[in-house]
């Protein structure tokens, strides 16, 4: 069984950066896909970004696109999600998800964490 914890979200103005970070209790085990999905009040979750493990290739909503980075730091099992340029749209609920395979399914991950909120005004 895989666990993901998130960290660092919190409240933040518009225009304000924010990093999230998500542990994985394992590396290869986690799968070969990991990412970021959100989901903001009253509405269904959506990818945010995503990263094939094999090849270190990523992945970004349009929404996000030139504002949002993400890295992994394989030795300690940890991926990055770097927020800049924060809009109140960014608002929500962030999870750190793993899967077999890289899409905008959410049904597709098979491992979430808990979740870390963001919320930006």
């Known amino acids: 069984h895989v666990q993901l914890v998130e960290s660092g979200g919190g409240s933040v103005q518009a225009g304000g950066s924010l990093r999230l970070s998500c542990a994985a209790s394992?590396?290869?085990?986690?799968?070969?896909?990991m990412g970021w999905f959100r989901q903001a009040p009253g509405k269904e979750r959506e990818g945010v970004s995503l990263?094939?493990?094999?090849?270190?290739?990523?992945s970004y909503f349009d929404s996000v696109k030139g504002r949002f980075t993400m890295s992994r730091d394989n030795a300690k099992n940890t991926l990055y999600l770097q927020m800049n340029s924060l809009k109140p749209e960014d608002t929500g609920m962030y999870y750190c998800?793993?899967?077999?395979?890289?899409?905008?399914?959410?049904?597709?991950?098979?491992?979430w964490g808990q979740g870390t909120q963001v919320t930006v005004s």
């Open positions: 998800v793993a899967g077999r395979a890289c899409t905008w399914s959410s049904s597709a991950f098979q491992y």
């Open positions: 990263i094939y493990i094999p090849t270190g290739t990523t």
């Open positions: 394992t590396g290869t085990a986690s799968g070969r896909c």
